[in-house]
C-alpha cells in the first residue's frame, strides 16, 4: 500500500536541542504501535529556518504545519491526523480554518524567500543519497563529466556570475581559472566550513541538510581544475554536520560518486575531512590551509594566493560552503538562469542567520537586492517585545552596524559596502532601543582580540589598545581626545594588518562611531549611557513615591543591597548594588528606575 | 570497471524520483478528501479511504491529492469531496468502496459526476 501521509521532523542542530530526534523516534513508535506504519513515512530532514517556532513537523499532503512540538506530541499527531483525519489544531502555526483543498495560508516568513542554496533543506532525508538523487542530485556531475570540457565549466561559472559567499565576494570563476592554468600535476579542492561568526550558522544548516551537494560541487570543481583529492576543513563543534558528511561521503563511494572512474569517466576523485579546533582566524583561508597541514592555524603573506600557490604549495582552490552548494544548480540550470537573480553586481541569492531582538530569527535566503527592511520587518516579522528598531549589525565582528535610514538599501556585496558594513558571511544580529552601541561595539571588538592569531603586530597591540580605548569610554572615563585615538589605531590596524582578521577587526567601532556619534559623546562627556547597559555609568533608585513596600526586590536581591520596611518604600544602597538589574525585572509597579 | 555506470544512475533517479513526487504537493491541482468523523469512520470511511488510495496509484494520477479531514456535516457519510478546476466543487454521499472506485474512474480520469450520489452539503 502506499503511504498516505509523510511527516517531515525538521533535524536542524537548533530543532534537535529541543528533542526533534526523539520526537521523530516517537513518531515513528507511534505509527508502528497504532499499526499504521505501512501508511506514514517518517522523515528526519535538514533545517526548515523557521527556528524560533521550532521543533518544526510538517505533515503532506494536508500542508499542516506544527510547531514548538514536543517529544509526547507524537502519539497525537499519528492517532489524529494520520488514523482520523484531524489537524492537531493546537499545534499549527496558522490555526484559522481551511477548507482541506484550499491553498494553505502562506506564511509570511517564507513569502519572500528564494531558496536556491537550501534548496533540500527541510525537504529531504539528508542521510539518504537516493533523496539526494530523486532531486536532480549528481544529474550536474554527470552532466560536467560527460558533455562538458573544465573550460565550458569555467565559462558557465562566469556567466552566472557567482562570487564567494564567505564574505569577500571574489568572483569564483577566476579562482578556478587560476588554479586551472596553474602550472602542476597536484592540485587540490577546498571547502571552507569553518564559520565562526558569532551569531552565524548558515553554513552548519546546508551541510546538516544537503550535504550530498557540497561533495558534488567540489568533484565538479576537482574535474574543471585537475585536482583528484579535495578537503573538508570543518570545525569539531559542528558534530551533527560533521557526522551527515561522513555518511553522505561514505554512501557516496557506495555509489560510485567518489572513488575511482567516477560513473565510468575516468577521472578520480576523493574528499576527506579535516577538524579544526575551532580559531576563528582558520577561517581565513591561508591560515585554514596551514591547519590542514598540521601546522598552527597562522595567516600567510598573499600573495602567492591559494589558487596558485596553496596546500603543500600545490595550486588550490578554496571556497565557502554556500558557494559550493551553488554551483551544482548552475550547472543544472544553466549561468544565465542564476545571473538573472539579483542584482547587477551580485547574482544569485544570499542565506542570513537572522538573530538577534527579532521576532522570527531564523535562517533566511533571499534573492541579492532584497532590502533590510524586508527582511528585518516582513520576513522578520520585526521588534520582539515591542521595542523600538535600533541596528542591524551584518559581516559579524568584520561588518558594521545599518541604521534605520539605510533600511532601505538593497543588500548586496557593493550596497552594503557603500554604507559602512559587509556581507561578511551572512550573521545578521538585530539590535533594540536597549542595545547600547559602544557595548555593542565592545563585544565584537573583544571577539576579534580574544581570536587574534597575535602573529602581527597592528592586530595584536592594536586591537588591545582599541579594547582599551572603548573600555575607558564605558567606564565614564572618556576623553574627547579618545575619539582621535580611536580612528588613528583603527587605520594602523586596517593598514598593517597581514589577514582580514585585523583589517576589519575596527570595523564596527568605525561603523557605529559613524552611525551613533551622539552615544559615544553622552559616554565621553555627560558620563551618561543612553541605553542604560553600561554599569560603571548607571544607577538603579527606587521611585519614592511608586514602591509600595511589597519587599518582592529585597527578597530577590543577591547581594542584599535594598532595605525598608513592610509597606513603606524601599532604598538601595549604592555601595553594596552591584547593578545587575533583578530588582527592575522583578517590581511589578515600575519603581525600579535606572538613572 | 565504474562502481556505477550512467544507465543506472538514471534507473535510480526515474526510481527514487517517483517515490519522492509523491511527497510533493505543488502544482497538483485536484484534490480528493474524505471526511473522516466518527460517523464517517462507522460507515466505512476508512475503507473508502483506502479504496481511493489504491485506485489512484493504480490509475497513476499525479496530480491528486488524497486527504483526510474531520467531520463533514451530512446525514449521508461517509462523504467524500472532490475538488477539481474543470467542474470546482462536488461532493458525493452513502460512498461505498465500489463507488470510490468509480469516482476514480469516471470523475478523476474521465471528467464525468456522478449524479446519483451527489449530495447537497450546507455550509
Sequence with gaps: MAYKNYILVCGGTACESS?????????????KALGVEDQVQVVLTGCFGFCEQGPIVKVLPEDSFYVQVKPEDAKEIIEEHVIKGREVKRLLYIKEERKPYE??????????????????CGVIDPENINEYIARDGYKALEKVLFEMKPDDVIEEVKTAGLRGRGGAGFPTWMKWNFSKVAEGDVKYVVCNADEGDPGAYMDRSTLEGDPHSILEAMTICGYTIGAHQGYIYIRAEYPLAIHRLEVAMKQSREYGFLGKDILGSGFDFNIEIRLGAGAFVCGEETALLQSIEGHRGMPQPRPPFPAVKGLWGKPTVINNVETWANVPVIINKGGKWFSEIGTQDSHGTKVFALTGKIKNSGLVEVPMGTTLREIVYDIGGGIANGKRFKAVQTGGPSGG????????TPIDFGGLQRIGSMMGSGGMIVMDEDDCIVDVAKFYL???????????APCRIGGKKLMNLLEKITDGKGTEDDIAQIKKVALAMQKGSLCALGQT???????SLRYFPEEYEAHIKEKRCPSGKCKKLIRYE???????GCTACARKCPVGAISGEVKHPHKINQEVCIKCGVCKQTCRFSAVEIK | MPKLTRQELDKIRAREEEKLKKRDIHGKTTHVVVGMGTQGISAGAKNVLNALSDEIEKAGLENVILTQTGLIVSDKAPVVEVFSPEKGLVVYGNVSVK????????HLLENKILEDKRIQVEE
Excluded: H, M
Aim: net charge negative.
Design chain 1, 19 to 31: 528533542k526533534s530526534e526523539e520526537i521523530y523516534k516517537n513518531l515513528i513508535a507511534e505509527a
Design chain 1, 103 to 120: 491553498e494553505v495560508e502562506d506564511i509570511q516568513f517564507y513569502n519572500k524567500q528564494l531558496r536556491i542554496v537550501l534548496r533540500n
Design chain 1, 401 to 408: 552596524v545599518i541604521t534605520e535610514e539605510n533600511l532601505d
Design chain 1, 446 to 456: 573583544n571577539f576579534t582580540v580574544d581570536e587574534s592569531c597575535g602573529k602581527c
Design chain 1, 505 to 511: 577587526a575596527p570595523n564596527p567601532v568605525l561603523s
Design chain 1, 542 to 548: 527606587i521611585n519614592q513615591d511608586k514602591c509600595i
Design chain 2, 99 to 106: 463507488d470510490a472506485q468509480r469516482i476514480v474512474k469516471e
